[in-house]
């Protein structure tokens, strides 16, 4: 079988968006099928290695994805994706046989965490543990290393702390595969008083106002895509919150997307 990302959408349509698998023709490299996925999707959870479970995956880590192989899964790698767990790898069957598989289940996904004006005063409101919510976020820190203090350095200043978080737990992606964090503020708007911090595929460039010492009160500011700058008294993780969720939002993506996700750019092997 020739795998491309047409032959990938036929096998998921013979799937069907709900829960189902199947054992795959034993010339498909569960390798290429795994990329293949992992262009669209993002980095993978592995859920399974050499026969060994990992002992977190629960219902909230796509569980149901390996319900239908009982023990016999050999390796599995798995995405979410809206309201579907997706996962490639390989399997025994029935006779004992490893072979490629492909496999989806339905997805539970959290109920988008409204924002209200109560909390957005509240101090204490944890934005990024909420954006996870949000996301449905299951992997582990990518990025828990990050040596803020020469990045800080090298750009004469101290960065937001939320950001910062961001960057440690969700790495190198997308927010909805459409709001890109950047993993390291540019510095192209600095002479406007502005550091840029994440960007969309429409050329927005969401910035920070950099007034007064403390980093962690710069407001958000949208530079537009013909170069108009739009205020909003929020920081950083509360704004991507808001985007996500708020209907009424000027930059909203819930018109474009009823749930929501962070894709993660797939590294190289």
Request: contains cysteine.
């Amino acid at each position: 079988m020739e795998l491309t990302q047409e032959t990938v959408n036929d096998l998921l349509d013979q799937l069907g968006p709900r829960n189902g698998y199947m054992y795959l023709s034993g010339d498909v490299d569960p390798q290429e099928l795994t990329g293949l996925l992992a262009d669209r999707y993002g980095h993978p959870r592995t859920l399974v290695l050499d026969g060994f479970t990992d002992p977190t995956v629960d219902e909230s880590k796509g569980a149901a994805l390996l319900a239908p192989f009982e023990d016999r899964a050999v390796k599995i790698r798995a995405w979410a994706y809206g309201d579907q767990w997706v996962a490639t790898g390989t399997a025994r069957d029935a006779e004992g046989v490893e072979r490629p598989v492909l496999v989806v289940a339905h997805r539970e996904v959290p109920e988008a965490i409204a924002v209200s004006s109560e909390e957005a005063a509240d101090a204490d409101v944890d934005w990024v543990e909420r954006l996870m919510g949000i996301t449905g976020w299951t992997l582990p820190a990518q990025r828990p290393d990050v040596d803020w203090a020469e990045m800080e350095s090298r750009l004469g200043t101290a960065l937001p702390g939320d950001y910062k978080r961001m960057v440690e737990t969700f790495g190198r992606g997308a927010f909805d595969a459409y709001l890109d964090l950047n993993q390291e503020p540019w510095t192209s708007l600095r002479e406007d008083g502005l550091l840029i911090w994440a960007g969309t595929e429409h050329e927005d460039l969401y910035c920070w106002r950099t007034d007064g010492d403390d980093p962690d009160l710069w407001p958000v500011v949208v530079r537009s895509f013909d170069n108009k700058d739009v205020p909003f008294t929020c920081r950083t993780a509360e704004f991507v919150c808001r985007i996500l969720v708020d209907t009424h939002h000027p930059y909203t993506m819930a018109r474009y997307f009823d749930t929501h996700w962070f894709m993660n750019y797939r590294e190289a092997d």
